[in-house]
């Protein structure tokens, strides 16, 4: 069992950045390859970004790329998600997810509760 804990979300203005941090517990951190995922509201949740278990390899959303950057330090247990240039599109709330499988098609076993980004005009 892995438990995942998001946060650094909050509130911030168009062109903003913020720094979302998701720390694992439990079972073989590292084993694991690392998605974010978002939610916005009256929508479906949606891909945002993969990070294999080594660091080595990513993917990302059309949407975000070249704007958000996902990293992990294993030491740490903790993968993260930089968010630069905010639109307010961006506001929903961002899930980590811990699956198993090559970059990107992973199967995703387990999620954390979520962080509220929301991003102002």
């Known amino acids: 069992q892995v438990q995942l804990v998001e946060s650094g979300g909050g509130l911030v203005q168009a062109g903003g950045s913020l720094r979302l941090s998701c720390t694992a517990s439990?079972?073989?951190?590292?084993?694991?390859?690392m998605g974010w995922f978002r939610q916005a509201p009256g929508k479906e949740r949606e891909f945002v970004a993969v990070?294999?278990?080594?660091?080595?390899?990513?993917y990302y959303a059309d949407s975000v790329k070249g704007r958000f950057t996902i990293s992990r330090d294993n030491a740490k247990n903790t993968v993260y998600l930089q968010m630069n240039s905010l639109k307010p599109e961006d506001t929903a709330v961002y899930y980590c997810?811990?699956?198993?499988?090559?970059?990107?098609?992973?199967?995703?076993?387990?999620w954390g509760q979520g962080t509220q980004v929301t991003v102002s005009s």
């Open positions: 997810a811990a699956g198993a499988g090559s970059v990107p098609l992973v199967r995703y076993d387990y």
């Open positions: 439990g079972r073989t951190f590292s084993s694991y390859a």
């Open positions: 990070i294999s278990w080594g660091g080595g390899r990513t």
